[in-house]
């Protein structure tokens, strides 16, 4: 398990780690292309202005806090994506996000009614999907989104939650059989 996994999702004693997940690279580099195109254009704006004699102390004055604003864009670009996981364990399903302010949302593995995934054109062409996974709660759908490999994430998800109720069946029926035998041993 990611280092960065293990600090933020603590288990319970009988959970066991399955998988996690994070928006695939190409995202990160996709976003990051934003703060990049900004710092070309103000390259591109320095060079012009620093070659006109009276405007050289202006761009001076102006590439210090503008590189500075692209910087710290890039890096919150980074942080988010790197954050923003996805935590499947043998009892729930995770999605965790933020450090100043911190997002967490649970499903409960035996409420995991159905699982989907979809991919748009350009998704598909890059291998990337979003999975969908619906609960039996009134709350909205749990969405992972632009991961690779979004078929075989929807049908894991969905055989832990299938594997969480047959557990549940199973302790439902020791708790019978065993409510059963303490009614009999006291008869006796």
Request: proline fraction near 3%.
């Amino acid at each position: 398990m990611d280092r960065f996994v293990a600090w933020q999702v603590k288990l319970a004693e009988t959970e066991k780690y399955v998988a996690h997940w994070r928006r695939d690279g190409l995202i990160l580099i996709w976003e990051s292309l934003k703060p990049a195109t900004l710092a070309l254009v103000l390259a591109v704006v320095f060079v012009l202005t620093a070659r006109v004699g009276s405007l050289r102390p202006l761009a001076f004055a102006l590439i210090l806090p503008v590189g500075l604003v692209v910087v710290i864009w890039a890096s919150v670009v980074i942080v988010q994506w790197y954050v923003r996981i996805f935590v499947l364990t043998s009892r729930r399903l995770i999605r965790r996000e933020g450090i100043i302010t911190r997002k967490r949302l649970e499903v409960q593995l035996p409420k995991v009614q159905n699982t989907s995934y979809a991919a748009i054109m350009v998704e598909k062409w890059l291998g990337l999907g979003r999975v969908t996974v619906e609960t039996a709660s009134v709350g909205l759908p749990l969405v992972i989104d632009k991961v690779r490999h979004a078929p075989d994430i929807a049908q894991r998800i969905l055989a832990e939650a299938e594997a969480a109720k047959a557990e549940i069946a199973m302790l439902d029926e020791r708790q019978v059989r065993q409510r059963l035998s303490e009614r009999l041993t006291k008869k006796m």
